[in-house]
């Protein structure tokens, strides 16, 4: 009897070193590089971007209090005054956005954020050091709000929310390997280091400007400037499923924050599990989220996603806070660990049903001004998520931990709710739609005897 045919596909053929070869190649490529074209170009731009952003997120901070002697009060009071205000603009920005051809206007703004940030070595004291911050603030919400309406234009359902997967895994790689390179400044630790960091950065946002430039050039919004500049705040339902992504993005904040001061005051966990918690988390996004964003082709489809990912969410702070319980330094260690992996598949899904309900119920004329709504779900959390995990995580502990879980399977409830009801208006919409156009076609045609 003939041997069983292998599938490459499915199982290498470990008895040979081609066949493990051949298996690696087409399943990392099915992790991070697209078929599709378009994917392709935006991830090499976002390989790039994201790489200038992981050389300044561990030395920004570092480098204005210990050069440029900015306090730690200063810097925080700076920062929350910049997210205070790019709050306030996010929607006037949506606005401006639909205005205009995205392509141009996203390489302007790009353009104009790498400037700002290779303009930091220029800053001397905290007078300069706030103009640049509240300057460039305006240009990041630009590009943001651009580059989210943008995106949601060149791909609809399933291969927008892959082409969103497949930005989240390249970006996890790039900010990576940027942080990596960044440990070289930091050994030197002398502020030229710093300031040749900067400026890279900036060369990384010309090189995603660029780039870019390979995009499909579309036309601005159709009919986006003749309608309400507040029409998408008065959707009540799309708000609604913004405040629900605004409590399932605390999560965010969990693995810097919470974890890393909950494992070293309360547990005797090794302080390097810290680390190890973030290494789990990256690795588990770059190599699965595009894979978990399948099956979140329509709104309900995604919203139960969203559903699903608050159970996860919820279990994985309930194995943070365990990790307490036990006085073993490795075994709490397992278990922060534990929470880690179950925290992130909730992770995975919460960025995948997302990405499906904010883009599937935004309505295509005013298409920026949606997305900019969207993006105060982010704003939001990152004002409100620091002081909450303190008072929750950090001073009571776990029954804070309980109840941040409970918050998110709240949430979650929700969302299949909000959005059911979002489509139901929608679909009443396009059937008067629908019967008002066939009306006035029957009304247009000439009687007959």
Known sequence: ????????????????????NIWLKRNLKE????????????????????????????????YFTRFI??????????????????????????????????RKFGFWAIIA???????????????????????????????????????????????????MAYQRAVTNIGIA????????????????????????????????????????????????????????????????LVGVNTILSMHYQVLNLAVPLYVDQFTTAPKWVVAATTIVNTVMVALFQVKASKGTDTPRQAASVMQRSSYYLAGGFVVYASAAWFHQPY????????????HVLGELRQAAGAWGVQYSLARPEIAGQYQAVWTMSWQISGLITPPLLTALCLVWK?????????????????????????????????????????????????ATA
């Not at 009897?1 to 493990?20: I, L, Q, S, Y």
């Not at 995009?215 to 708000?239: I, S």
């Open 31 to 62: 992790r991070f590089i697209s078929d599709d074209p378009i994917v392709r170009v935006l991830s090499l731009a976002t390989l790039v971007n994201t790489f200038g952003n992981g050389l300044l997120s561990a030395t920004t901070a570092i």
């Open 69 to 102: 002697h900015i306090s730690n009060h200063w810097l925080a009071l700076t920062y929350a005054a910049v997210a205070a205000l790019s709050l306030a603009i996010v929607l006037p920005m949506g606005n401006l956005v639909d205005k205009y051809r995205p």
């Open 398 to 446: 776990e029954p804070g931990w309980f109840t941040l879980g409970a918050m998110m399977l709240i949430a979650g409830w929700c969302a299949p709710i909000l959005t059911n009801r979002a489509v139901a208006v929608r679909e009443r919409e396009a059937s008067e739609a629908e019967a008002a156009a066939a009306s006035g076609n029957t009304a247009g045609q000439p």
């Open 331 to 342: 075994v709490a260690a397992g278990v922060v660990l534990l929470g880690a992996f179950v």
């Open 177 to 240: 390997l940027g942080a990596m390179a960044a440990g070289i400044a930091l050994s030197i630790n002398t502020a030229l280091a710093f300031k040749v960091l900067f400026v890279l950065d900036g060369i990384t946002w010309i090189g995603n400007a660029i780039l870019r430039l390979r995009l499909p050039d579309l036309d601005p919004v159709p009919g986006g400037n003749k309608r309400r500049r507040t029409e998408a705040l008065r959707d009540k339902h799309y708000v609604g």
């Open 1 to 20: 009897m003939p041997a069983a045919k292998r599938n490459h596909d499915t199982f290498p053929d470990c008895a040979g070193g081609a066949g493990v």
């Open 113 to 163: 954020v790498g400037f700002f940030s290779a303009a930091s070595i220029f800053i001397t004291d905290l007078r300069g050091f706030i103009v640049l911050e509240v300057t460039g603030v305006i240009a990041q919400v630009a590009m943001r709000v651009n580059q989210q309406a943008y995106m949601g234009r060149l791909r609809e359902g399933a291969e927008r929310v892959s082409m």
